[in-house]
């Protein structure tokens, strides 16, 4: 298995455009996480699925951030309009269960940059 | 939430040398766990520890659960420059609280 797969790797934008970051998880893994991190606030977890239904979105910032899973095999994070602040890594990960015990594997994450 | 505080934040030592770093929570976790991340890279699982007392082992990195399950320390014998990175862990309750961090350089 190719791991958990995050695209682009690298994405610059303009204050108010429009971002999605994109994930695709490790096939068989029921539960897909989406990680903010930043040196300030090391790693957030901004929202979770489990069977691609959204389970805990209290992390999301603000409602410029929204998440969709349509499949077992593709998340997106969309950031609508992006600020400065928004600049970050975002992580995804996915693992056979949310519940406790269950590994993560993350993806080599996308490294924002909002100018 | 759950909070987890990890200490140092940074840890510099000469290779040869060992270390032990810790996590700790007010809280108690079903279970923890301890990643370690290189730069440009996500976090990669190393252990989980689940029972209060717990220790594990892997090479010359050991794990060790606390009793009450609210603590956990990772100790390293004789570290190498390869063992440079962000050491982070993470307890499980209804989702995966990180800490963050401590961030560990190995000079050769």
């Known amino acids: 298995d190719a791991g958990v797969i995050q695209s682009p790797r690298h994405e610059v934008t303009e204050m108010g455009q429009e971002v999605t970051l994109r994930c695709k998880p490790i096939s068989g893994h029921n539960s897909l996480f989406w990680y903010r991190q930043t040196m300030m606030r090391g790693l957030e977890l901004l929202i979770y699925?489990?069977?691609?239904?959204?389970?805990?979105d209290s992390g999301m910032p603000e409602d410029r951030f929204s998440a969709k899973m349509p499949n077992a095999s593709f998340s997106t994070l969309k950031i609508q309009p992006s600020e400065p602040r928004d600049s970050a890594v975002y992580f995804c990960?996915?693992?056979?269960?949310?519940?406790?015990?269950?590994?993560?594997?993350f993806g080599s994450g996308t490294r924002l940059t909002v100018v | 939430t759950q909070l987890l505080e990890q200490s140092p934040q940074f840890l510099s030592i000469q290779e040869g040398e060992n270390l032990t770093v810790y996590c700790n929570s007010s809280s108690v976790f079903s279970s923890l766990q301890w990643y370690r991340q290189e730069p440009g890279e996500g976090p990669v699982l190393l252990v989980t520890?689940?029972?209060?007392?717990e220790v594990k082992k892997l090479k010359r990195l050991t794990f060790q659960f606390g009793d009450a399950r609210k603590d956990s320390s990772l100790h390293i014998t004789a570290a190498q420059p390869g063992d440079t990175g962000l050491y982070l862990c993470?307890?499980?309750?209804?989702?995966?609280?990180f800490g963050a961090g401590t961030r560990l350089t190995v000079k050769p």
């Open positions: 993470a307890g499980a309750g209804n989702d995966m609280r």
């Open positions: 699925f489990n069977n691609n239904v959204p389970i805990d």
């Open positions: 990960a996915s693992s056979l269960g949310a519940g406790p015990g269950w590994g993560y594997t």
């Open positions: 520890v689940v029972t209060g007392g």
